[in-house]
């Protein structure tokens, strides 16, 4: 079965395409956007971007990983990336960027709820997991707004191998 697309009102949640290396390592590579996550590096290269495309198809497969590009329905412009990885049913964690230009425009919350609802309703799965930085209380905003619960606070190292406060949330399938 291939990927199927998801829309919500605004979006359309898509496979990432090879051709969208270019507005990956744009987007991805922006400093502030690395800030805020556990794991896209600084700087972020085209060759990083394309690797990380080119394991999704083996990742949706074997269902281990599955990972969404997130565009506007209005125009095809993508925006950002919303996925699940550890994928082991019936648990998975789930991992969202969204570019700069976009932030505060309630996209990554309506990315998420509606990868949540896939999630449950077609991949077998009845728990996510999700984490972030402490130091990234936006992130906290979209997993609250998606419906998922806070569940504590732990340390682990961060993308520079810094230990760091990661905020521990999750949602479970009713």
């Known amino acids: ?45 085209s060759e990083m971007a394309q690797s990380w495309i080119e394991t999704h198809n083996s990742g949706w497969e074997q269902k281990t990983n599955v990972v969404y590009a997130i565009t506007l329905s209005e125009n095809g412009q993508l925006i950002g990336a919303v996925g699940l990885h550890d994928v082991k049913p019936p648990e998975a964690e789930l991992g969202y960027w969204i570019g700069e230009p976009y932030w505060g425009n309630g996209y990554c919350t309506e990315a998420v709820k509606k990868l949540i609802q896939f999630s449950f309703k077609t991949l077998g799965i009845n728990k996510i997991k999700s984490e972030h930085l402490t130091s990234n209380p936006a992130s906290g905003k ?33």
Do not use: C, W
């Not at 697309?5 to 590579?29: P, Q």
């Not at 707004?145 to 399938?173: C, F, P, W």
């Open 1 to 45: 079965m291939d990927q199927p697309e998801l829309n919500t009102k605004r979006l359309l949640l898509r496979a990432f395409l090879l051709e969208d290396v270019h507005v990956v390592n744009i987007l991805a590579g922006n400093i502030n956007v690395s800030k805020t996550t556990l794991n896209i590096p600084h700087p972020y290269s």
């Open 142 to 174: 979209v997993m609250i707004k998606a419906g998922m619960r806070h569940r504590k606070i732990i340390k682990n190292n961060d993308r520079h191998g810094q230990l760091a406060d990661i905020e521990v949330y999750e949602i479970t399938s009713t």
